[in-house]
């Protein structure tokens, strides 16, 4: 199973370096996957992508051995599940504004006992350059959670939302 290289880098201290896609184009996804970033992340909030485009764009960004990401266009377990389930190697998600919301992102995005993402779906572990079993093994170790701080009551809160352990 491939390593999530942009997670990894992260753990360690050191930066990872990325971009947005905001066309939703994948020729235009392998073209920007070949350009050297670690990640890529497919903008699902504030763009006309759809989640079958976005799904073709995971696959062509992972086939390059860039990490595929995804910004939700809300944080909601529907939106996480079938970003993940469709083969992204990690979320954005935005608008997170107490530790609740913080929670359920990272929930959502962790199979039991870490959380409560359900399972199915084919690309996740396509994606990963593995099978099925592999990934439900090692998901919670390789799918990178995001969370941002867009408001003021984020920033209010931000301890809070900080102390949100990566794997509950």
């Keep these: 199973m491939k390593t999530n290289h942009a997670r990894q880098k992260l753990k360690r201290g050191e930066p990872s370096i990325g971009t947005w896609l905001v066309l939703p184009d994948p020729m235009s996804a392998l073209l920007m996957a070949r350009t050297g970033f670690d990640w890529l992340t497919v903008e699902l909030e504030h763009s006309p992508t759809s ?4 799904a073709q764009d995971f696959a062509v ?8 990401l ?8 529907e939106n996480i599940k079938r970003v993940l ?11 997170v504004n107490s530790r609740a919301e913080a929670e359920a992102a990272v929930a959502a995005a962790r199979y039991a006992p870490l959380g409560a993402r359900s399972i199915g779906g084919q690309l996740h572990a396509t994606n990963f350059d593995t099978d ?6 090692r998901a919670n170790d390789e799918i990178l959670v995001v969370l941002m701080a867009e408001h003021v009551k984020a920033i209010e809160a931000a301890d809070e939302i900080l102390s949100v352990p990566a794997s509950t």
Excluded at 61 to 68: D, F, L, Y
Excluded at 70 to 77: H, K, L
Aim: proline residues 11%; without cysteine.
């Design 85 to 95: 389930d469709t083969g992204a190697w990690g979320i954005v998600v935005p608008m």
């Design 70 to 77: 995804a910004r939700v266009p809300w944080n909601t377990g």
């Design 132 to 137: 099925p079993a592999t990934y439900y093994a």
């Design 61 to 68: 960004i992972a086939a390059a051995g860039t990490a595929p």
């Design 51 to 54: 989640f079958e485009t976005a």
